[in-house]
C-alpha cells in the first residue's frame, strides 16, 4: 500500500513539473522544441511543457497606460494627456497573432503577454493626435466622454485597416489626466484678472456717485 502510495505521489509530482495549466481566462500557445509555434491555440486543461512550451495569453482585459502631448487647434502642444486603453484579443486568432507579429507585443518580467501591445500603444497616440486636434485646450476636459468615444473609434478603424481587428479591439478608453499647455493658462488668467480688476473699477465708480 505504501509503495502504490509512493509511486502515486511521485506521479502526481511529475505531472505537475511536466505539465502547465491553462485556465478558463487564458489562451494557450504551442511553441515547439525548435521555436516553432503552431498555428492552433490550447484549450483549457493541462499541457505538457517537457517537449516545447506553452505560453500563456489572458483573454480577459488588458490595460495599457498612454501618456501623450498632442497639438490642440491652437497650434500648441497640451502639457499632459494621460489614459488608459482597455482592450482584448480575438483568442482563436492568438497563436498565429503571436508568431506573425512577434515584435509588436509586450513582455513583462513577470512574463505576463501583451499581443500587441506595442502596436497598440502606437495606434492609441496616433488616435490621441488626431481627434484632440479638433479641440481647443480648454475645451478638452469639458468633452472628456466625447473623446474617449472618439478615441475609441478612431484606434479600432485604425486596426481594422491594417488588418489588426482580426488579433485585438479595443474596448474602453479611459481618460486620466488632461493639463492644457501653461501659455493657455496663463492667459486664461490674465483675462480672468483683467475682467475682475474692470468689475472692480465700475463698482468703485458706481459707489462714487
Known amino acids: 500500500m505504501k509503495k502504490l502510495l509512493t509511486a502515486a505521489l511521485i506521479g502526481a509530482t511529475v505531472l505537475t513539473t511536466a505539465c502547465t495549466r491553462v485556465t478558463d481566462a487564458e489562451t494557450g500557445i504551442r511553441e515547439t522544441f525548435s521555436g516553432e509555434i503552431e498555428d492552433r491555440v490550447l484549450p483549457q486543461g493541462l499541457h505538457q511543457i517537457v517537449v516545447g512550451n506553452v505560453v500563456k495569453v489572458s483573454k480577459r482585459n488588458l490595460v495599457l497606460n498612454v501618456e501623450a502631448q498632442p497639438i490642440v487647434s491652437e497650434k500648441i502642444p497640451m502639457q499632459a494627456f494621460q489614459m488608459k486603453v482597455n482592450y482584448g484579443i480575438v483568442p482563436e486568432n492568438a497563436a498565429i497573432a503571436y508568431k506573425t507579429e512577434k515584435a509588436q507585443h509586450i513582455v513583462t518580467e513577470d512574463e505576463d503577454v501583451y499581443l500587441l501591445g506595442q502596436y497598440v500603444q502606437y495606434v492609441a497616440n ?64 490674465a483675462i480672468v484678472n483683467s475682467e475682475n480688476a474692470l468689475k472692480t473699477k465700475q463698482n468703485e465708480l458706481e459707489v462714487a456717485r
Do not use: H, M
Not at 481647443?136 to 489588426?164: H, M, P
Not at 481618460?175 to 499647455?181: A, T
Open 126 to 189: 496616433s488616435a490621441i493626435n488626431d481627434v484632440v486636434s479638433k479641440y481647443k485646450a480648454l475645451e478638452v476636459n469639458d468633452n472628456r466622454a466625447k473623446i474617449e468615444t472618439e478615441i475609441k473609434e478612431s484606434i479600432n478603424s485604425k486596426l481594422k485597416a491594417q488588418g489588426k481587428d482580426k488579433y485585438v479591439r479595443v474596448n474602453e478608453i479611459n481618460i486620466l489626466k488632461v493639463s492644457p499647455p501653461q501659455s493657455i493658462l496663463n492667459s486664461s488668467l
